[in-house]
C-alpha cells in the first residue's frame, strides 16, 4: 500500500498493490499493519457501510460533531467524484475543500481524519460506495454541510442539478456551521 499526501493535511490518498493476470486480480482492500505502515495510523474501525447510487446523485456534505468519525472511503463499482472540508479550526487549511476521483477502476482509496466534512457524486451510470468507520452513526449528532457552499468553492463535476436528499439541500453554509477546534 502507498500512501501519498493531498493539499489538506490529514487527508491520504491510498493505493493499494493490485495483483493481476489473465484471469482477474487481487488486492487486499484493507490490511491493518500494512494501514499503519503505510500512514503511520492505526485507526479502530467499528462500522463498515455500503451505499448504491445512481449517477448525479451527491450525497454529502456529512460530519458528526459528537462520535467524530474518521473514514477509510473506496468504490467497487462505478467512478464517484469525492470530497472533503477541513472543520478544524486549529488547521491552516480549515475551510478549504479537496476532490478525489474514486473508481472501481482505478481502486484509489481515501482516508478521511476526524475533523472533516465528507461527501461524493456519482459520475458513472452508477456507484457502489464503501467505507470504514471510526465511530458508531449517530444520526442525532449528524450534520449537513451546504454541498454548494461558494466559501468552498467546490468544483464538482456536475451533469445537471444533482439529486440530493432535503437535508443535503438544505445543509448550513460554513460561516454557520459547527466546526471543530
Known sequence: MKAVPTALPGVLVLEPKV?????GFFFESYNRRAFREA???DP???QDNHSKSARNVLRGLH???RNVQGKLVRVTAGEVWDVVVDLRRSSPAFGRSLGVALSAANRRMLWVPE?????FLVTSESAEFLYK???YYAPEHERSLLWNDPALEIAWPLAGEPLLKPGDANGTPLARAETFP
Open 19 to 23: 495483483h493481476g493476470d489473465e484471469r
Open 39 to 41: 500512514t503511520g495510523l
Open 44 to 46: 479502530d474501525f467499528v
Open 63 to 65: 460530519y458528526q460533531v
Open 115 to 119: 475533523g472533516f466534512a465528507h461527501g
Open 133 to 135: 468507520t471510526t465511530d
